[in-house]
């Protein structure tokens, strides 16, 4: 882990350190887990986008209840500004606000709201390369922290590696689904 060493607040001594008046008084960031998921599957790029960005379709991914579009993209149905709310399992439900869109290379989210546990997300990407007429390379990323005092951090990293799983499976889920589409 990156331990990142923040400047004192406003108005407080910086003292010898440079870091709050003493060494034991520093204040400090572990860097956030990203999860990286990086898969080849047979589906054709153009198919494969349009199943992974179809929110309200996220219902038929393990580990989704339901997803609903709250708010339309301003220029396409699930582009650029779309709001979906995301209902995982349990009482856990994301809103998630579309940031960035380019069918059929990229699209971007970040969680806006999280219910019941507070998250910090900084961004989520899916990119897509097609890597042959129906084939294509898929990279989901996202980086974000669960702000729980003491606990926080053991929850984040515990995520992180169910959140790999999850994306893998969508990803092959999803893959499947364009294939009978495009087939």
């Known amino acids: 882990m990156r331990y990142d060493f923040a400047p004192s607040p406003i108005g407080a001594s910086a ?3 440079g870091f709050g ?4 008084n520093c204040a400090y960031r572990v ?26 379709g996220y219902g038929r991914f393990p580990g989704v209840r339901k997803c609903e579009l709250i708010e339309t993209g301003s220029t396409e149905r699930n582009g ?6 995301v209902y995982l399992g349990g009482p856990t439900v994301l809103d998630e606000e579309i940031v960035a869109y380019d069918a059929p290379h990229h699209f971007e989210y970040r969680i806006v709201r999280a ?3 507070p998250v910090k997300h900084t961004l989520g990407r899916l990119e897509f390369e097609a890597i042959g007429p129906n ?6 990323t996202t980086t974000f922290d669960i702000r729980l005092p003491i606990i926080g951090r053991s929850i984040s990293n515990r995520a992180a590696v169910q959140f ?20």
């Open 15 to 17: 003292g010898p350190w």
């Open 21 to 24: 008046g003493s060494i034991t």
């Open 31 to 56: 860097a956030m887990p990203t999860v990286r998921v990086e898969q080849a599957v047979d589906a054709p790029r153009d198919a494969l986008f349009a199943v992974l960005s179809d929110h309200e």
């Open 80 to 85: 650029l500004g779309a709001l979906r709310r």
């Open 115 to 117: 219910r019941p546990v």
């Open 135 to 140: 084939r294509t390379r898929v990279v989901w």
């Open 164 to 183: 790999t799983r999850a994306f893998k499976k969508i990803i092959r889920v999803a893959a499947g689904i364009a294939a009978r589409q495009a087939a």
